[in-house]
């Protein structure tokens, strides 16, 4: 590894070296006339970053992202930097990390590395056809989580199916994300209704299943109020909406069973000894309990 990082580093300056006698400036110093129509092209390129006022640097790639999407945007890169093949090479490698990075031991000679050479190794090793089991693991078993929105499952689905599926027409894979978005929905009301409806795109789902969501928060609303008021009218009718002729027998059951309690032997006013069985006193003021103690 030690001699690889030598040699792109050997590389790298050599082709510095070989930007700055091709730059603009040192070409009209020379006389250099070049093609017209590279001349506009790099006074475009130039005017790009002037405008900009530094060079963009790409992102890292260890493998684990979309080599497709990564390429597309190298390649914007490269051409707002004006990079030609040799640079783009460069630039490439000093981007691999992590397994993407262990490409360039299967290179003979990193000093003559081609950029349509090391593109076609990470495409055989990074490739979509690397990468889509993955995706169309990822797509099947996608479930809306706990909170999430449902534009935001939509979306998810939608960047899924393209990479799980990148050989199908785009009305092929809308149809499949429909499909799945509809089955990955949590709420099974939401899904029995999109069922019943046959939809088949993607955004149609997606905005219907956001307006019968909110249909649905209006409706448990409104029933929630609904029982809340018929709950309170039932309590307070059992605590204190009885009829007039009810509290009536009410009293007179508790008044009757006052007197009855008060003209039982067990009442409180009667008096009864326990001794002699007469009423009027009790036990302890009987005369006969007395007359025997003396």
């Not at 970053?49 to 963009?56: A, C, E, T």
């Not at 999407?69 to 990079?83: D, M």
Request: with cysteine; net charge positive; aromatic share 10%.
């Amino acid at each position: 590894m030690q001699q690889r990082d030598e040699e792109l580093r050997l590389l790298e300056q050599r082709i510095f070296t070989r930007e700055r006698q091709l730059s603009p400036f040192n070409n009209r110093a020379s006389g250099d006339s070049g093609s017209r129509s590279d001349n506009i092209r790099e006074n475009r390129e130039n005017h790009v970053r002037g405008d900009l006022g530094f060079k963009l640097k790409p992102d890292t790639f260890d493998g684990t992202v979309s080599l497709r999407e990564y390429f597309s945007q190298f390649n914007l890169i490269a051409r707002a930097n004006g990079w030609d093949d040799s640079t783009k090479t460069v630039a490439l490698a000093s981007c691999l990390r992590g397994k993407a990075r262990a490409v360039l031991e299967t290179v003979q000679d990193v000093s003559h590395l081609e950029f349509a050479e090391l593109k076609s190794k990470l495409e055989l090793r990074f490739g979509e056809g690397y990468l889509s089991q993955n995706f169309y693991v990822q797509f099947t078993n996608r479930k809306q989580k706990f909170g999430e929105d449902l534009a935001a499952l939509g979306s998810e689905l939608d960047r899924l199916v393209r990479l799980a599926y990148p050989e199908c027409p785009h009305e092929v894979r809308d149809k499949i994300a429909c499909a799945q978005f509809i089955s990955a929905i949590f709420d099974n009301f939401v899904k029995r209704t999109l069922q019943l409806e046959n939809i088949t795109s993607l955004s149609v789902a997606i905005e219907r299943a956001k307006t019968i969501k909110m249909i649905q928060g209006e409706g448990f609303e409104k029933k929630k109020g609904n029982f809340n008021k018929n709950f309170s009218e039932k309590k307070d009718a059992a605590q204190g909406g009885k009829t007039e002729g009810e509290r009536e027998g009410k009293e007179k059951q508790g008044n009757f069973g006052k007197k009855n309690w008060q003209g039982s032997k067990f009442g409180a006013g009667r008096k009864e000894c326990w001794t002699c069985g007469k009423v009027g006193h009790f036990r302890s003021d009987c005369p006969e309990e007395k007359g025997n103690s003396g």
